[in-house]
């Protein structure tokens, strides 16, 4: 008379299914990964161009760009919905000439002041907000009819905040010939900036791994 096997896997079962799992963990890690990274770069793609959509609607509705106004900072790089911790700092290899200036160029302020608040002036944040005479108007042809993102505070999916050369936008007072052209940037997977950004060198093109928009070009 047989009797039943007992149930349960033995232990050369157990290591062959081990065996085949790290086999396919292999084979497939790289490509799950690259899937992952290719999703960011996409959503970043998407992303630059929502705030820069953002940021034109701004400059219909109030016939000013995003830079300053009589009671705020002059020309400056202002940081879009990004936490002030996350702005990357670095160049990356072979970056163009002032790349650095994308994360440290200063006088900075937020561009939530003026997409998610109305506080273009030397106020920020919610306290200051739709003041005459310092800040976008509230009534008539040109008024500011924000917000213009549905959230304040907004880094890139690897963590860290986008930036505008917003230095360069039409209007802004800056000596020199140089075309310039407005991106909203991200650093891009390295963290570390490429493209140019200095008033002696045209920004022609998005270089290394940084991701972003153009929004115009200053001739």
Same mark, same amino acid.
């Given at each position: 008379? !047989?009797?039943?096997?007992?149930?349960?896997?033995?232990?050369?079962?157990?290591?062959?299914? %081990?065996?085949?799992?790290? %086999?396919?963990?292999? %084979?497939?890690?790289?490509? =799950?990964?690259?899937?992952?990274?290719? +999703? !960011?770069?996409?959503?970043?793609?998407? *992303?630059?161009?929502? %705030?820069?959509?953002?940021?034109?609607?701004?400059?219909?509705?109030?016939?000013? &760009?995003?830079?300053?106004?009589?009671?705020? /900072?002059?020309?400056?790089? +202002?940081? =879009?919905?990004?936490?002030? @911790?996350?702005?990357?700092?670095?160049?990356?290899?072979?970056?163009?000439?002032?790349?650095?200036?994308?994360?440290?160029?200063?006088?900075?302020?937020?561009?939530?002041?003026?997409?998610?608040? @109305? @506080?273009?002036?030397?106020?920020?944040?919610?306290?200051?907000?739709?003041?005459?005479?310092?800040?976008?108007?509230?009534?008539? *042809?040109?008024? &500011?009819?924000? /917000?213009?993102?549905? $959230?304040?505070?907004?880094?890139?999916?690897?963590? !860290?905040?986008?930036?505008?050369?917003?230095?360069?936008?039409?209007?802004?007072?800056?000596?020199?010939?140089?075309?310039? $052209?407005?991106?909203?940037?991200?650093?891009? /997977?390295?963290?570390?900036? +490429?493209?140019?950004?200095?008033?002696?060198?045209? *920004?022609? *093109?998005?270089?290394?791994?940084? =991701?972003?928009?153009? =929004?115009?070009? !200053?001739?």
């Amino acid at each position: 008379m !047989r009797t039943k096997r007992n149930a349960g896997f033995t232990l050369i079962e157990v290591i062959v299914v %081990i065996a085949v799992v790290a %086999i396919l963990a292999a %084979i497939l890690t790289p490509t =799950i990964a690259k899937q992952i990274q290719d +999703s !960011r770069i996409s959503r970043t793609k998407n *992303e630059t161009l929502v %705030i820069g959509a953002a940021i034109a609607d701004l400059h219909k509705d109030t016939g000013w &760009w995003p830079y300053t106004n009589t009671n705020g /900072p002059a020309g400056h790089v +202002s940081r =879009i919905l990004g936490d002030t @911790n996350t702005v990357p700092v670095g160049a990356g290899t072979g970056a163009g000439n002032g790349a650095t200036n994308w994360g440290t160029l200063g006088p900075q302020k937020p561009m939530y002041d003026y997409l998610y608040y @109305n @506080n273009p002036d030397d106020d920020t944040g919610e306290n200051g907000q739709n003041q005459l005479h310092q800040d976008y108007p509230t009534t008539g *042809e040109f008024k &500011w009819n924000g /917000p213009y993102i549905d $959230h304040k505070l907004l880094d890139d999916p690897w963590g !860290r905040s986008y930036v505008v050369n917003a230095r360069y936008f039409p209007g802004n007072t800056l000596g020199g010939a140089n075309r310039h $052209h407005v991106y909203v940037l991200s650093a891009g /997977p390295d963290h570390l900036w +490429s493209t140019p950004f200095a008033d002696a060198t045209s *920004e022609e *093109e998005i270089q290394g791994d940084d =991701i972003g928009f153009r =929004i115009c070009v !200053r001739k």
